[in-house]
């Protein structure tokens, strides 16, 4: 769940009124497969780790980033099942192997290499998940899978990973196409209603998030769309098929692992219920500035422009107007709230008394990374107008609204007979996720600010 500024809890005194082929196994099913694998273990043990209120400081969420301790434990699952053969194709002839292969294969040993976390368990989930060696797991991925599972089932795979892998400082890490085929064809409009009850059935979890990264690859095998009725494609194919990670577990641990392990690589992402510190921000008087206005903090003169939240406006007009850019540092939030299109679209300007608006949302350049000013500090800027002074000190906030990024539509595809780079009824498992972690949505930040009077 996000939380609340200390700026939104005092708006109201200021005045604003403003899942794959059928199959199951219950969450205690865990038995060791025959021969294969050793027993999967039930019980992690908890550990304490760090809270993850945002901060709400510059000073303190730098602090708050420095100090992050490493994560307990890392399970990670890589599906087994028929559907996902042709991204694991038996090694040919030739040793030509998928961007699937190339990608999952390099994922897995950053996993087992990083110093993020203490300790890395790996699973292959074939009618249940068996407790596997990073070794082994990776063989698979090199090779091909040798004994691919007849069915796996979304529903019960989330069931079996929050009731007996969920634990503080702990993230679970699934592998998988994620296509949902359940057995009888009329339970696809609840698909939403499944994938929520599956994360909650274990009880709840309010602290809990998931990240979702989505990928495609080549794809060399028999291809199983999600409604059997359909048939299968062989010799599959002429375009790429998606295929995603989904990290699961306490939001401040969901949140450690995809800064250390996932953001450094290309891919489409969706988050729901992860929290980040609220990123570093200042005015900027020397950048892209117009009109009579200047910094009314305290003591401005006598420090450096890097975190100023004041503007004191002397004169503004229609004629005259006051322009001024807000710089801000997104370095700590993912790629998904980096990017320049959506936050084009979904940062927002709110204020009391006033009609200040934000004209535009741009990205750092070569020319403001060499430079010598407080510019040079920011990864992106804000720049707002207003041609009307305040007649007293009023509150105004940037606040970048969670929005769901416009790739889940384009991903999402209710007949997937034919393959295409769509995942069948994407869009209904993310909405299961949406619906687990609350009804309403916080921004993923506030950057609050006072307009006031100039002397």
Same mark, same amino acid.
């Given at each position: 769940?996000?939380?609340?500024?200390?700026?939104?809890?005092?708006?109201?005194?200021?005045?604003?009124?403003?899942?794959?082929?059928?199959?199951?196994?219950?969450?205690?099913?865990?038995?060791?497969?025959?021969?294969?694998?050793?027993?999967?273990?039930?019980?992690?043990? *908890?550990?304490? =780790?760090?809270?993850?209120?945002? =901060? +709400?400081?510059?000073?303190?969420?730098?602090?708050?980033?420095?100090?992050?301790? *490493?994560?307990?434990?890392?399970?990670?699952?890589?599906?087994?099942?028929?559907?996902?053969?042709?991204?694991?194709?038996?090694?040919?002839?030739?040793? &030509?192997? $998928?961007?699937?292969? @190339?990608?999952?294969?390099?994922?897995?040993?950053?996993?087992?290499?990083?110093?993020?976390?203490?300790?890395?368990?790996?699973?292959?989930?074939?009618?249940?998940?068996?407790?596997? /060696?990073? !070794?082994?797991?990776?063989?698979?991925?090199?090779?091909?899978?040798?004994?691919?599972?007849?069915?796996?089932?979304?529903?019960?795979?989330?069931?079996?990973?929050?009731?007996?892998?969920?634990?503080?400082?702990?993230?679970?890490?699934?592998? /998988?196409?994620?296509?949902?085929?359940?057995?009888?064809? %009329?339970?696809?409009?609840?698909?939403?209603?499944?994938?929520?009850?599956?994360?909650?059935?274990?009880?709840?979890?309010? &602290?809990?998030?998931?990240?979702?990264?989505?990928?495609?690859?080549?794809?060399?095998?028999?291809?199983?769309? #999600?409604?059997?009725?359909?048939?299968?494609?062989?010799?599959?194919?002429?375009?790429?098929? *998606?295929?995603?990670?989904?990290?699961?577990?306490?939001?401040?641990?969901? +949140? $450690?692992?995809?800064?250390?392990?996932?953001? !450094?690589?290309?891919?489409?992402?969706?988050?729901? %219920?992860?929290?980040?510190?609220?990123?570093?921000?200042?005015?900027?008087?020397?950048?892209?500035?117009?009109?009579?206005?200047?910094?009314?903090?305290?003591?401005?003169?006598?420090?450096?422009? &890097?975190?100023?939240?004041?503007?004191?406006?002397?004169?503004?007009?229609?004629?005259?107007?006051?322009?001024?850019?807000? %710089?801000?540092?997104?370095?700590?939030?993912?790629? @998904?709230?980096?990017?320049?299109?959506?936050?084009?679209?979904?940062?927002?300007?709110?204020?009391?008394?006033?009609?200040?608006?934000?004209?535009?949302?741009?990205?750092?350049?070569?020319? $403001?990374?060499?430079?010598?000013?407080?510019?040079?500090?920011?990864?992106?800027?804000?720049?707002?107008?207003?041609?009307?002074?305040?007649?007293?000190?009023?509150?105004? =906030?940037?606040?970048?609204?969670?929005?769901?990024?416009?790739?889940?539509?384009?991903?999402? $595809?209710?007949?997937?007979?034919?393959?295409?780079?769509?995942?069948?009824?994407?869009?209904?498992?993310?909405? %299961?996720?949406?619906?687990?972690?609350? #009804?309403?949505?916080?921004?993923?930040?506030?950057?609050?600010?006072?307009?006031?009077?100039?002397?």
């Amino acid at each position: 769940m996000r939380h609340l500024t200390s700026f939104s809890r005092l708006l109201p005194a200021l005045g604003l009124t403003l899942l794959l082929l059928p199959g199951c196994y219950s969450r205690s099913d865990m038995k060791t497969e025959e021969g294969a694998a050793q027993e999967a273990p039930t019980d992690v043990p *908890p550990t304490e =780790v760090p809270g993850a209120v945002p =901060v +709400r400081t510059p000073e303190s969420a730098v602090a708050a980033a420095a100090t992050s301790q *490493p994560l307990q434990t890392v399970n990670v699952f890589l599906e087994v099942s028929g559907s996902m053969e042709g991204f694991m194709p038996k090694t040919g002839a030739s040793g &030509e192997n $998928t961007k699937f292969q @190339q990608h999952v294969a390099q994922f897995l040993s950053e996993v087992n290499r990083t110093s993020a976390a203490r300790q890395k368990t790996f699973y292959r989930i074939k009618e249940r998940p068996y407790k596997d /060696s990073y !070794q082994g797991i990776s063989t698979t991925v090199r090779s091909g899978i040798q004994q691919p599972a007849k069915s796996t089932d979304i529903p019960s795979v989330l069931d079996t990973l929050m009731s007996n892998y969920y634990q503080p400082g702990s993230v679970s890490v699934l592998i /998988s196409d994620f296509i949902y085929s359940p057995k009888n064809a %009329g339970a696809i409009p609840y698909i939403k209603t499944d994938i929520t009850d599956a994360l909650t059935r274990s009880g709840s979890h309010p &602290e809990m998030a998931v990240s979702v990264y989505g990928y495609t690859s080549d794809f060399r095998g028999t291809y199983y769309p #999600a409604l059997v009725a359909s048939g299968k494609k062989t010799n599959c194919c002429d375009t790429e098929i *998606p295929y995603y990670i989904w990290v699961v577990g306490p939001a401040d641990a969901v +949140r $450690t692992f995809d800064q250390a392990l996932l953001e !450094q690589q290309p891919s489409k992402q969706a988050h729901f %219920g992860v929290t980040y510190p609220q990123p570093n921000y200042s005015l900027l008087s020397k950048f892209q500035n117009k009109g009579s206005w200047y910094y009314g903090d305290a003591g401005a003169s006598k420090r450096n422009a &890097e975190s100023y939240r004041v503007v004191a406006v002397s004169e503004a007009s229609a004629q005259q107007p006051v322009e001024f850019v807000v %710089g801000m540092d997104l370095t700590t939030l993912p790629g @998904q709230y980096r990017d320049l299109a959506y936050l084009k679209q979904n940062l927002k300007l709110q204020g009391v008394d006033t009609d200040a608006k934000l004209l535009d949302v741009t990205a750092t350049t070569s020319q $403001t990374k060499a430079s010598s000013g407080p510019e040079s500090k920011f990864t992106h800027f804000a720049k707002v107008r207003l041609t009307r002074p305040p007649k007293a000190a009023r509150p105004l =906030v940037l606040r970048l609204q969670d929005q769901r990024p416009a790739w889940v539509a384009q991903w999402t $595809t209710r007949n997937d007979a034919t393959p295409a780079p769509k995942t069948f009824a994407l869009s209904g498992l993310l909405d %299961g996720l949406e619906a687990q972690s609350g #009804a309403e949505k916080k921004p993923i930040f506030e950057l609050p600010l006072t307009l006031q009077p100039g002397e």
